[in-house]
Structures are given as structure tokens and as C-alpha cells.
């Protein structure tokens, strides 16, 4: 099919869609990248050569989207402060651009997903940042068979090979929180964890039992607890784990809105942070600097990450190089004031006396 | 102007600018409604023959709005719950119906501004949630010039007569506040508010006097304080308060962010709450629950002011007729563990000493 004077040029994701492969491999393949195989190269720069482009042109000629929209999508409600930093750090990145963000999230309904799916056939999107996505999820399928560019943001599962990715060194960080707990003395650490099928949550325990086993600390099952992200819930994990008959001496959280649940039970059973119980989050909330004892935790760069992941998404659209898929963003230690070395006995704390 | 048949039927936002009145003005004329001066209705009326219509037949003939997006605007940065609690509600009003929101605030940036407004003579938008604007908002204004229909949540100041509104009671929540610590027995009770220039501020500190002289209490000039709405400001302010002569037994806190600067200034002073300090809060955010003590507040409906301002909108849209101009939610109270009977001394609270 020659290139008419009256079709406009394609965009990316529209060569893409024809050639069967990624944008991102289109990217490759318009700057000339080497780590494309020369089959995938071949077929992407027919499809650019029987529309007419020069491949050296093409970068510049190809449409830069058109749309100025992008679409935000979180693969479950939009309830949490989790999601709202990510939109934050989205936001952040838009500013200085023509682009606006729309909240697109279909939550599971049928009617909904049909609008969507209208929505992009309309191309009324340039690209999308999705959270908690994987290959499973009707977003990134969609978006891919479309050939429309998309990252992820904090992955729920497995990816599409070339699929770009941004999310927290989530491994480092259960190791980070554990190997403080362990180098102000305790032996006795608890883990109440996420969700168990979430990968942010496997990554973490497996952080955790690295740094046990390498202090030479064995990992007891009986101290590993799984509860959702929230107060409720890790409340009452919490008041099983104070119910064990060798209690621990600390206790790394899944997130700093579990920590509060987990202080609940602690403030309850009259047993003191720091002085009986170590207690470190993960997360760094703005209000985890204001509970009391203020929280020490392990910042997730929720932010930073939807800011890196709508840059990368914007060079995608423009077709410009992305040098990595997988983004992990550091994780560092927040020292306050929940963690202290273990003491030889529990004190009750006066405070939750009738 | 004679309607051509090429010509599209006219939005009502379009009538409105024509016109030279508001959107619902317009909606009112339609409906048939008897609260539009004659002189108005008139001009109206022309505006629609000119283009051809039938009164009784131009509510359905009116185009619903064609964009499918509305914008979500907030007057500051989108850097608080507060906003994040309004969005969420936006969202859901919308997840029945294809219209999708866009986040669109300008952040008093210049050309953002500049293509803000050529999104709206694009006629890239249906309608605007504004968040904490007035008259002498560039959204407000522009949205008014242009006849776009908006509703404003928690008007930050006087809006225009016909401008919808969406807000919780304040006045009724202060005073409903300081009643409830009246009523424990409290007499000598202070107001750490938020900014004093944003009127919510001015209502409950209105609703917190009005209770005071109900009950025949002095109020104490000295006990009213004013800080931003965040954490840090409360705490220094809270530390300004617990300096002087005679203290307060109970405090009437602006936001339950403020409430966590409270709560570290109390403990780290070592006052009890609340045995020696009872302290309520405003909002009802979802962490209020969780701290400790469980914050006794005044829940301020965000959630469904969001969700309330845009079913008004998505009416506006449609053209149908809009009942009330100014609403306001009510505000309960939410009884939880940091409000009790004022105590003959202070006690200290062992666990703030080192």
C-alpha cells in the first residue's frame, strides 16, 4: 500500500499495530538501535517504507500524538493515598507539557470497558500509565494490540517482554528494613506483609529472609503474616502475632497505613513503641512523620514513580529512545522514632490503662 | 441569524454566551420556569429562535454536551487528601455515565493557562468541577465568559448569584463541635482554626462563638488561633496555646491533619488526651480512625460533595433543571476516644518522658 498525499503520516503506534511489534521496538528500530533482530527490523521498516517515510525522516515525521491526552488506570478502586501519589507524581510531569491525564479506570464494568475500548479506537489517547497492571490485564492488552504506548507502574505480575516498567526496589528494601531491626539487636522479627499474590509483597519477604539468613537468624513461619494493605485488617493480624507464645521483639510492615492498625494492637495490649515493640513501615505517608511515636519506615517513591513512568511514557509517544524497560526506583531507610534496640522485658504502657 | 440546516444545533453552553446569561439561566427558560426576569427570558428565547428552535422542543434538541470529558479543577495544588477525597467522589458520580474527567488545573502557570484555554474554545470540554475558587477565579471567570456549565466545591469566596455550589455546613459543624465539649463540661475551650481568610474557616469559627455565647461562656480572644490546614503549623500553633497562663481543658481543631500536630505537641508535653485535653477535629479522614486516641471529629462529606457537585453538573449538561443554587451537606459528628469530662489536673502521660 503506497502512501497516498491525502493519509496523514502514521504514528508509532499505529506502525507498530501493522508490524506486529512493540512501540518500543519501533522506537528501536526509527533511532537505530542494535538490540532489535534483524526479522522484527526488516518488518517494521517495510511498514514504514510502503507508507513513504525515509527511515531517517521518519522520527521527525511521524506523528508526535495528537490526542494531548493520556489516560490513567488503576487496576482497582481508586481508594487508596497509594494511588493518589502515583497520580501526584503524573501530574508532576505533565505540567510543563501540552498533555492532560484522564481518569479512565473502567473498575470491572462491562459498560464501561465498551467506552474505553470506543475511546481508543477513536484515538482519543496517546498513551497510557497503568498501575498495579500485568499481562493479564485488560488495559495492556488492549493498549498493546492497539500498538498505543503504555507503562507500568508498579507491576502486578508478569510483563510483555518489551513492556517498560517503573516500580520500588521493593527487594532491597524488605532487606533494608530487616537489616536495620537486626543491627539495633533483635533477633525476634515478625513480618506482617501485603497481599501474598501481590509481587511488591514476595518481593519484600524475600528482602526480609536474605537479610535473616545472612545474620545467620533463622526465618520462623509462625512470625510471617499476610493481611491487605490496610488498618483493619493488619489490626487483627497484629493481635495474632501478640497472641504467639514467644512474642517478637520487632516487626517490619507492609505499609505505613497497616502501621497504624499494628499501633492500634500494640497501644491496646499495653505494649510500648518503641521500648517493647520495634515497629518499622513501609510507604513513608506524609502522615507516618505525625503518628506517634513518629514512624520510622522505608520510603517507597510512590511519586517519583508516576513521574518517571509519564516521562518515559512521553518520549515513547514521541518516539524518542528509552534506553531501559525495567525501572526500579531506590527505596531508602526513614529513621524517626518507632524502632529502638530490644529490651529484656515487655513494659506495659500506662497509657492504655483503663 | 437564521439556522441553516448545516449548522449543528447549539449547545446550551453556546445559547448562554449568545446570550450573554448563565447556564442556568438557560435551563431555567427551557424548563419553563417562572424565577427568570422577563427581560432575561427574553433575550434568551430570541437567542433560540434565531437558531431555529422550538422552546418546548429545544431540551431534547440541545446537544448533551459532545466532548464526553469535564474538567476537574482545584485552586491550589493537588497536594491534600482533601482534593484527593473531592475526586474520588467526581470519579464515581461518573462511573455510571461515558463522561470522563480530566485533571486539569493550571497551577497559575501561564501557558498551561494559555492552552486551558484553548482546550475551552476547542470545545475540548462539557463542563468544570472547581475545587475552592470564587468570583475572582481565571476558571470561574473564563468558564462564565464562554457559557461553559460548572459547580464550585467549598467556594473559597463570594461567587457569582447564579454560580451552583457545593459545600458541608460549616457553621453547623463548629458550633455542633463546641457544643458537644460543652456539653462534657468544658468550659474554657480554644479554636486552633485553619487559614482565617478561607471562609469555612470563617463559618466554624462563626459556629464555635455562636455555641460559647448559647451557653453564656466568654469567648477568650486568646484561646482562637489560625494556622494552614497541614500538620506542622498546628503543632507550632498547639505549642503557643499549651504556653499560656491558663490553659484550655478542649480544643476545636480546623483539620484532622492539624489534629496530628496537636497530638505530637500533647504528647510530647506529656498532656493526656483526653484525660487532660480533649481534642476534636474536622474531616473525618479516613486515618482518624486509626490514630491515637481514635479522633473524635466532625466528618466533612468530601467524598460526596464531589460526587453531589458533579451529578449537578452532568444535569447542567444535559440541560435539565437544577433545583437549588447553594448546597450544603451536613456535617455529623463522629464520636470516637479523644473527647472526655474535663479532669481537676493535668496528669502527665508517662510515656512522653524519656
Known sequence: MAKSPEEPPLTMAQIAAVAGVSVATVSKVINQRTDVAPTTRERVERVMAERGYMLNKAARSLRKGNSGQIDFLVGQELNSYYAFEILRGVEEA??????????????????????????????AIDGAVLVLADKRSLYLQELTRRGIPFVVVDPFGELGPEDLSVSATNWSGGKLATAYLLSLGHRRIAALMGLPDHPCTQDRIAGYRHALQEAGVPVDPALIHFANFHAEQAYQEMMQILALPEMPTAIFVGSDEQCLGVYRALFERGIAVPGAMSVIGFDNMPYAEWVTPALTTIHQPLLEMGRVATKLLLRLIAGEPVESVRIELATPLIKRASCAPPQGNLISNPASLP
Chains 1, 2 share one sequence.
Open 94 to 123: 505533565l505540567l510543563p507539557t501540552e498533555v492532560r491525564m484522564v481518569l479512565a479506570s473502567t473498575h470491572a464494568l462491562r459498560e464501561r470497558e465498551q467506552q474505553w475500548r470506543q475511546r481508543l479506537s477513536e484515538g
